[in-house]
Structure formats: C-alpha cells, structure tokens
C-alpha cells in the first residue's frame, strides 16, 4: 500500500496489469507488445504472466487488428489496443472515425465498445516526420471518441485505469518523451475521473493551459518567472475530450491573461480551440490577447538542430507570458 516513486512507462504498466488481473475481459493486442514487451517497455512481462491469449502480437496490420478490437469490443470484451505511432492513424482513420466513434450512435444507443486506443505522440527523437507528429486535435475532432493525454506517471495510472473502465472508446495518447519521467504512483487501483482537468501550479497573473511535455516545460518557464515576480498557474486538461471548460475558464477570469502551450499544429489544433473557447466565454475578463506557443507550420524535422528549434521550448513559453503581462 502506499505512494513510491516509478515511471510514466511503470505506471501504464501497473494499471494494466491491475485491470487484466481484475477483469478477464480485459486483454492486450498490438504490433510488439507480447513477446517483445512493447517498443517502449509498457507492456513488459504481461504476456509472461497472461499468456498469448490476453497479450496478442498482432500482424503489421493496423486496419486488421483495429478493426477486429472494435469486433471483440461488441461481443463484451474490453480490448486496450496500441497504434504504435499516432503517426500511423491514416493506415486505419475508416476504423477510428466511421466505425468506433459512430457505433453506438447508429444503433440507438445499445452498442457499447469499450476500447482503449493506446497510441504515443511528440518530437525529441529524430525519429523524422513520419514518427514525430503531435495529431491529438484530429482525434479531439470526432465525435464519439474520448481523448486522454497525461502528463504525470500519477495522472497516467489513475486515467487509464479510468479509461479501461469507460464504456465508449477511448484514445490515450502518451509522449514518447514521457516513458522515463518519475512520479509518486500509490500502488492500490485508483481511478481519476475524465473529463477533469488539473492545475498543476496555482498563479495568479497568467494562466497557461498546455498539454503533455508541454505541461512540465510550462512549469518550469512558471519557476523562472517567479523570480522575475509574474505568477504563473499553469492547468493541464489531462483529458481533451470531453474538456473541463470550467477549469479553464475559472482559472483564465482570476489571471485575465492566458498563453496556450501545445505540441499540435497551429493550424486548426487544440491550441486554437482553447483560444477560441477563451474569446467566446471570457472575452470580457481579458486583459490582453491571447498567446499561442506551438510549433510552426511545417512537418516536424530531422535534424536534431532543426527539430530542437521547431518544438515550443522553455523560452518561448516564458517569452509569451511575458508579452501578455506586459499588455
């Protein structure tokens, strides 16, 4: 019992293995995720302890064994199925968007398909333009799905436990730069709610909203800032959809100002939603524009120089806080 000290990857682990052991419906499947323990180590020693039939490697075949997760969903199974990359979604977007996310809708509200879409985000490792991408708003876009991107190994047990646990599907993205981050992670079950996002540092001149890494370059960008007397409260929604507006909105009429921190795209993304959110709902409480910190407009580099100067940094969030405290 107790709190100790493990990894975002530990913590994922934990939770799965707790749920697996709790539920025999739950199982895994995925490209590596049995024998090879997953790419990034989350899945390590289920299929030791749960054998082929609970932990599936499955073909390179993400439309296939998508599509047959959303199949055993249906039948009273609960599936937590990993897209290796987010990068990747195009390869099975038909199963995602026209059959996960509509399938209780067409039929009447009695199709239930509690799926877990495991998927993993975010630049850091030259790892290219094909598997750096930050696509967390196209999923927010749909409905039907509900989207989770922890930041903490606390927050990442708690919702995917959560996650596992809901009734409608589920796509829980975690950044890659994240897997080795630590935390204190109570070793018992415990479930934290979708839907509510967390203020991971209180302030009362700006409010930062960011997603992700983004959260703890933020907090650190807060830090410096408080030695320079700007105080800085920074939330994490933790869960995009559905989004905790009222968090947002409570913590942007105490500061009037709000910078927005986001891995995304600028275009479009989730960045510009939480702006436009902040206009229609708080406008009057506004003591200066609004500012995004994002990368720009082009895909992500592979050049370690390059791709260290594309992704919002520590800087550039304390550079925007500063431009809207001086407005």
């Not at 809708?105 to 790892?127: D, Q």
């Not at 409010?207 to 700007?230: D, F, N, P, Y």
Request: some cysteine.
């Amino acid at each position: 019992m107790g709190e100790r000290v493990i990894t975002f990857a530990e913590a994922l682990n934990e939770a799965l293995d707790q749920e697996m052991a709790r539920d025999p419906r739950v199982f895994v499947m995925g490209e590596d995720v049995g024998v090879y323990g997953g790419i990034y180590g989350v899945t390590k020693g289920l299929y030791e302890k749960y054998g082929p039939e609970r932990v599936r490697d499955t073909p390179i075949a993400e439309s296939g064994f998508i599509g047959a997760a959303l199949g055993a969903a249906l039948m009273g199974y609960r599936p937590v199925v990993e897209l290796m990359f987010i990068d990747f979604l195009g390869v099975c977007f038909d199963q995602i968007y026209n059959q996960m996310a509509k399938s209780r809708y067409m039929f009447g509200g009695k199709a239930s398909r509690p799926i877990v879409l495991r998927t993993t985000c975010g630049a850091g490792f030259s790892a290219a333009a094909q598997h750096s991408q930050s696509l967390h708003a196209i999923f927010t876009h749909i409905p039907g799905l509900k989207v989770v991107m922890p930041s903490t190994p606390y927050d990442a047990k708690g919702l995917l436990i959560s996650s596992i646990r809901d009734d409608d599907p589920v796509v829980f993205i975690e950044h890659k730069a994240l897997y080795g981050v630590k935390g204190p992670v109570p070793r018992e079950e415990y479930e934290i709610p979708l839907g509510e996002a967390d203020v991971k540092r209180e302030g009362r001149d700006v409010t930062v909203v960011a997603t992700a890494l983004m959260v703890h370059r933020s907090l650190k960008a807060a830090e410096k800032l408080e030695g320079e007397g700007i105080s800085v409260e920074v939330v994490d929604p933790r869960t995009l959809r559905p989004l905790d507006v009222d968090t947002i909105l409570s913590s942007i009429k105490k500061t009037g100002r709000l910078v927005v921190v986001d891995e995304g795209y600028p275009r479009c993304g989730f960045a510009t939603d939480i702006a436009a959110i902040a206009a229609s709902y708080a406008f009057n409480y506004l003591k200066a524009p609004v500012k995004l910190v994002t990368p720009p407009d082009t895909p992500v580099p592979f050049s370690p120089v390059l791709e260290e100067a594309w992704m919002p940094s520590e800087e550039r969030i304390a550079k925007a806080v500063k431009e809207v405290v001086k407005r």
